[in-house]
């Protein structure tokens, strides 16, 4: 399906005026094509090329490096589990399995994900969703959820705003909100008390030798 005109032209009128080039305006223009289409055909993202006046191989290089946009149609749901370290070491592997399973889905199908036949689901890996405080954190359609441990998938699967993080009252474990940054108590913090050596001494000063006198 081609990118409507009313696309085009918010490119050109609205997005342009904004950057200091038309290529500068690539990355809002793949998430309009995107939000439009669902995801980025190779005919979508020659027509970006054409409109922002470059080759068709460096918008497809800027499409393939970010996780977010999608090369391939994708489901109604979107599932994204995060497999970034804090993730991963909470279980983040077996959830994305057990997701998969439970869908019938092949878990090991990478970043360009698994989606179920009525097109209902798809399901990936990504990269950090900065949820680290809630791993295993997946997000749908963007919105954030967890944690989803493995033993939590058949509920997640059931009632996902059971696990939604973005629900009133509900405050982050960890970020600027916390009292020891207001204060700068964070900043504080004396090596020794969390066991690392004292510092060496300086070195004594470097002796002066008199100037000859020629």
Same mark, same amino acid.
């Given at each position: 399906m081609?990118? +409507?005109q009313a696309a085009k032209d918010r490119v050109v009128n609205d997005y342009f005026p904004r950057y200091p080039t038309k290529r500068a305006a690539l990355m809002p223009a793949l998430w309009l094509a995107q939000d439009e289409?669902?995801?980025? +055909?190779? #005919?979508?993202? &020659? /027509?970006?090329? /054409?409109?922002? &006046?470059? @080759?068709?191989? $460096?918008v497809e290089s800027v499409a393939s490096f970010y996780v977010m946009f999608n090369r391939r149609p994708v489901g109604r749901k979107l599932i994204e589990v995060c497999e970034n370290p804090s993730c991963w070491v909470n279980g983040a592997s077996q959830t994305l399995e057990r997701i998969c399973h439970k869908l019938g889905l092949d878990p090991h199908a990478g970043h360009a994900? =698994?989606?179920?036949? @009525?097109?209902?689901?798809?399901?990936?890996?990504? &990269?950090?969703?900065a949820a680290c405080d809630y791993a295993p954190?997946?997000?749908? *359609?963007?919105r954030y959820y967890?944690?989803?441990?493995? $033993? %939590?998938? %058949?509920? !997640?699967? #059931? *009632?996902? &705003?059971? !696990?939604?993080? #973005?629900? $009133?009252?509900?405050? +982050?474990? !960890?970020?600027?909100? #916390?009292?020891? !940054?207001? $204060?700068?108590s964070a900043w504080r913090v004396d090596p020794a /008390?969390?066991? =690392?050596?004292?510092?060496?001494?300086?070195?004594?000063? =470097?002796?002066s030798k008199p100037e000859e006198k020629k």
């Open positions: 081609p990118l +409507s289409l669902g995801w980025l +055909s190779v #005919e979508t993202m &020659e /027509e970006i090329a /054409e409109l922002l &006046e470059m @080759d068709p191989t $460096d994900g =698994a989606t179920t036949p @009525d097109g209902e689901y798809t399901v990936r890996p990504t &990269e950090c969703v954190a997946v997000q749908v *359609n963007w967890g944690p989803v441990k493995p $033993d %939590d998938v %058949d509920a !997640f699967l #059931e *009632n996902m &705003e059971r !696990f939604n993080l #973005e629900r $009133d009252g509900l405050v +982050s474990a !960890f970020g600027t909100h #916390e009292q020891r !940054f207001k $204060d700068g /008390e969390n066991g =690392a050596p004292p510092p060496p001494p300086p070195p004594p000063p =470097a002796e």
